[in-house]
């Protein structure tokens, strides 16, 4: 029905976009502000003026860019660029550099592409699917003869194996994150790479996931640019990671072309490899990505509403409100609620060294009591399935992660939420009590009052952990709320201990779609490898420590029996449901994508035909690069 209103609503649009661009729809203020960067941090700048129901072309240094050649982005970027390097993990280039479950390649490559749709991956660099040996010991894998550089040189097996000799030389993040996993990487021939397992005691891989996830998540990058890189850094490894690296060469179909602190713009690169019948069989269709860097949430969506964002990867309250009220050419993946696929589970943390905190019956109360139905109405305005509709567990909404436990087996131990006679009768029963009259529970008579927090700006989280908050005063336990700025917030809960106060409980995210999940997920929620660790971008920031769980973690990647996996999984949910580390508190989707079909059209949604299905992911993660490919003009 939103594509047919596209039709009926174009005629019109002329007339409302000068509306649209001069007053926008209000947002309720709990959900108006930045949810994936805080705002305070982001470099402001001026939406420049419609036309024609659509963005003005935009100057970027001295080029002007022509509206129908550019593909417009929000909610990536939200301050400006600081380097281009591969090797980094710093740089703040979101559209370029994401090294993930589903890379971004846009401009560095992966061997291949993960498509969250299926599960699959798909080749990129890489020509035809990887094989393990039979002792399951290596991975062998070609690289496509069409595969270039931007320099116009071939990618090899060399840039492959030079690639890991980096990463493990100079201990970048990505190095340090495999090669517990990954014992090397080799070029056989200038064709064929072999990627080398640490073996474990019964001689396979030691974690065979792991090793195959690294061929969908992380780049390969030039050789030759990295030995310059190696020169004029003097193997200097924080020199290494630091370099600005405005002249890398890149493999993609787009690269660098203009960056300051109010936008970014990546130029296709019309030499493409790409292009070869090996692959897309041709260029993708915008000449021109960009994305203007927003102060907010709502000057993106201000931006959304006029046409001058085309992809929106941003919250935005009451989605659907823009073409079932505003009547805009506007869609989401899904044409109803939840409008996402739901992939992630943004989690409420405790702080197991707060007074009470490390009492499993305090945690489930809160756990309990807080009422998520209101969360997800008003933090998420309905983009999440409720915990009625998905009962939580430690896996996403999707049909795959779902099947992976027994639900029939933990159903006594989930909650759904706003359970106050439940949780009130829980810490009655472990003898917490108000023993002094004030409305507060005490334990050895200290009265259990926390403070929760997420960080400033992440006007979702926030409005989420004021509902946490509310709860508290339901069942006798006093919580209140506080919001640093992230540059704050990141430093504080990636580092143990924790503080003893202003972090009792607070927000983190979970792995979203990916080739190891669920159990990647659960590692990352659970395991006691990352108990008590500093520089911690891993999980767990609860110190959650469970031999019998970290077993079943170490345990999982070598199984492949199918009942065995699910009986695993299901101790696991178990687990988890009855020691309550932390708590999910709204499902989200992998990405947020809103598309507003003003200037380009043929997006992917729900049922598009496409084969196999792109998933929503903006067009720039994973196997949702095809859609670049698909795009065509609305005029």
């Known amino acids: 029905m939103k594509r047919l209103m596209f039709v009926l609503t174009i005629i019109v649009v002329f007339t409302m976009a000068l509306s649209a661009c001069a007053k926008a729809t209000e947002a309720p203020a709990a959900t108006a502000a930045a949810t994936e960067a805080p705002a305070a941090t982001a470099a402001a700048t001026e939406a420049p003026a419609a036309s ?77 699917p990887y ?125 660098k072309f203009f960056s300051d602190d109010t936008k970014v713009v990546y130029g296709r690169n019309d030499a493409y490899w790409g292009q070869d019948a090996s692959m897309w069989g041709k260029l993708p269709a915008p000449k021109y990505l960009a994305h203007i860097i927003y102060k907010d949430n709502a000057a993106g969506t201000t931006a959304l509403q006029a046409g001058e964002v085309d992809v929106s990867q941003q919250f935005n309250s009451n989605v659907q409100d823009l073409w079932l009220k505003q009547g805009l050419p506007i869609s989401t993946y899904l044409p109803e609620a939840p409008y996402g696929i739901g992939a992630s589970l943004p989690t409420a943390f405790f702080n197991t060294a707060s007074l009470g905190l490390d009492k499993v019956e305090v945690r489930k109360a809160i756990a309990m009591a807080v009422d998520y139905d209101t969360i997800i109405a008003n933090a998420m305005t309905n983009q999440s399935a409720t915990f009625q509709q998905v009962p939580r567990s430690l896996m996403n909404p999707t049909p795959g992660e779902q099947a992976m436990y027994d639900h029939d087996a933990v159903k ?64 006798g336990i006093e919580i209140t709320t506080q919001y640093p700025e992230w540059g704050v917030y990141q430093t504080v809960v990636t580092n143990s201990p924790l503080p003893a106060t202003g972090y009792d409980i607070f927000m983190m995210w979970s792995d979203g779609a990916g080739p190891t999940q669920p159990w990647g997920r659960i590692r990352h929620l659970l395991s006691g490898e990352f108990a008590g660790t500093t520089n911690n971008w891993n999980g767990n920031w609860s110190g959650y420590n469970n031999p019998e769980v970290n077993a079943l973690i170490a345990a999982i990647p070598n199984e492949t029996d199918a009942a065995k996996l699910k009986e695993d999984y299901t101790a696991l949910v178990k687990a988890y449901l009855t020691d309550v580390p932390s708590f999910t508190l709204m499902y989200r989707p992998q990405a947020f994508h809103t598309v507003n079909e003003s200037v380009w059209t043929n997006f992917p949604h729900e049922g598009d035909g496409t084969d196999p299905a792109v998933p929503p992911l903006d067009l720039t993660d994973g196997y949702s690069i095809a859609g670049l490919y698909n795009l065509t003009l609305v005029k």
């Open 52 to 128: 024609g129901g659509a963005a003005a072309d935009v100057v970027a240094g001295d080029t002007v860019l022509p509206r129908t050649e550019t593909l417009y982005f929000n909610g990536q970027q939200w301050s400006a660029v600081v380097c281009w390097n591969p090797y980094s993990s710093n740089c703040n280039n979101a559209m370029a550099l994401a090294q993930q479950d589903n890379a971004r390649t846009i401009m560095f490559e992966t061997p291949y592409m993960y498509n969250m749709m299926d599960g699959k991956v798909y080749p990129l660099l890489a020509d035809g």
């Open 131 to 255: 094989a393990w040996d039979e002792g399951m010991t290596k991975i062998t894998f070609k690289i496509k003869a069409a595969a270039k550089w931007s320099d116009g040189t071939a990618v090899t097996a060399d840039d492959v194996a030079y690639t890991w000799a980096s990463h493990v030389k100079y201990n970048t993040q990505f190095g340090a994150a495999n090669k517990a996993y990954i014992a090397d990487i080799v070029a056989v021939d200038p064709a064929t790479v072999e990627v080398q397992a640490v073996l474990g005691d019964n001689g396979k891989a030691l974690n065979p996931l792991l090793v195959q996830a690294y061929l969908s998540s992380n780049y390969v990058i030039q050789k030759a640019w990295t030995e310059t890189l190696e020169a004029r850094t003097g193997g200097d490894a924080t020199a290494f990671m630091a370099d600005v690296a405005d002249d890398v060469v890149y493999s993609g179909p787009y690269g």
């Open 412 to 475: 006594d131990l989930q909650w759904a939420g706003n359970d106050i006679e439940g949780a009130n009768a829980l810490l009655d029963g472990a003898g917490i009590k108000d023993t002094d009259g004030d409305g507060f529970r005490e334990i050895d008579g200290k009265k259990l009052s926390y403070v929760a927090t997420c960080p400033n700006g992440w006007s979702d989280w926030q409005a989420a952990i004021e509902v946490v908050a509310a709860a508290g005063k339901n069942i």
